[in-house]
Each structure stands twice: as structure tokens, then as C-alpha cells.
């Protein structure tokens, strides 16, 4: 284990010590929980980057091209 020592506003200890948070387990619960929620953010905007770049961005016209062509396969497959 290593110790730290942290400079913080008094109102901001008085309330953390007053909502239980401020004792080692729970600050290192916070530490985690924002740890995990950093790399989750992070995965997240890797994934969307690693998206983007599979396919060339569609146009509008495009994209209401292809639910077009879906709209009409669908249809012609219900009819068969």
C-alpha cells in the first residue's frame, strides 16, 4: 500500500466526510469506478474511430437509396 496526501477544500471534506466517502476504501472504490469509466470512454471512442474508418462515409442520397432498395426486396419477397 502507498500513502498520499491530497490538499482539498474544506467545504469539499466536509461534505465528502459527511456522505462516509472519504475513508480509504470508499476513495479507492472512487478511484476504480473512474478508472473503469476512463477506459470504457476510451474503448468506446477507439471502436467509433475504428468504425468510421471500415466505410466510406454514405451520403444522404445514398442512404435513402438503399433503404429504397431494401423497402422494394422486402416487398418482393413478401409477394413470392
Known amino acids: 500500500m502507498m500513502n498520499i496526501t491530497l490538499q482539498l477544500p474544506d467545504e469539499l471534506v466536509k461534505q465528502a466526510q459527511a456522505a462516509g466517502i472519504l ?3 470508499q476513495v479507492a472504490n472512487l478511484l476504480q ?3 473503469e469509466r476512463r477506459q470504457r470512454q476510451n474503448r468506446f471512442f477507439a471502436d467509433v ?3 468510421r474508418s471500415l466505410q466510406p462515409t454514405m451520403t444522404e442520397a445514398e442512404i435513402e437509396a438503399e433503404m429504397q432498395a431494401y423497402k422494394q426486396e422486402r416487398a418482393a419477397n413478401r409477394r413470392k
Open 49 to 51: 474511430e475504428a468504425l
Open 33 to 35: 469506478t473512474e478508472l
Open 23 to 25: 475513508t480509504d476504501d
